[in-house]
């Protein structure tokens, strides 16, 4: 299973990216998938996940109003449209997938690579 990541930039405050994740491989069809993120000298953070079937949305705190998770599988990919970006949204963006309970993010069983993601104040 390989998780590519894509569409990361560098962008004013206030701007969007949207960030893509292409999956290739056979992963579970329950797995939800979903986004995660790492800024520098900081542990790596939860983002959205999105389950199977996209019927359910789950966001960090930080990511509510201003971040929408989307997936469209028949290109096995999930999408991170991210508008109102903060200068403290600057991070290296990670895909995952993997399985979850409800009301709490997805547990990762696969990484992407990342994309970095830089907003400039």
């Known amino acids: 299973v390989q998780l590519q990541a894509s569409g990361g930039g560098l962008v004013q405050a206030g701007g969007s990216l949207r960030l893509s994740c292409e999956a290739s491989?056979?992963?579970?069809?329950?797995?939800?998938r979903g986004w995660f993120r790492q800024a520098p000298g900081k542990e790596r953070e939860f983002v959205a996940h999105?389950?199977?079937?996209?019927?359910?949305?789950y966001y960090a705190d930080s990511a509510k109003g201003r971040f929408t998770i989307s997936r469209d599988n028949a290109k096995n990919t999930v999408y991170l449209q991210m508008n109102s970006l903060k200068p403290e949204d600057t991070a290296v963006y990670y895909c995952?997938?993997?399985?979850?309970?409800?009301?709490?993010?997805?547990?990762?069983?696969?990484w992407g690579r990342g994309t970095q993601v830089t907003v400039s104040s």
């Open positions: 995952a997938a993997g399985p979850g309970i409800v009301g709490s993010p997805l547990d990762p069983r696969y």
């Open positions: 491989g056979l992963i579970s069809s329950t797995y939800r």
């Open positions: 999105i389950s199977w079937n996209g019927g359910t949305t």
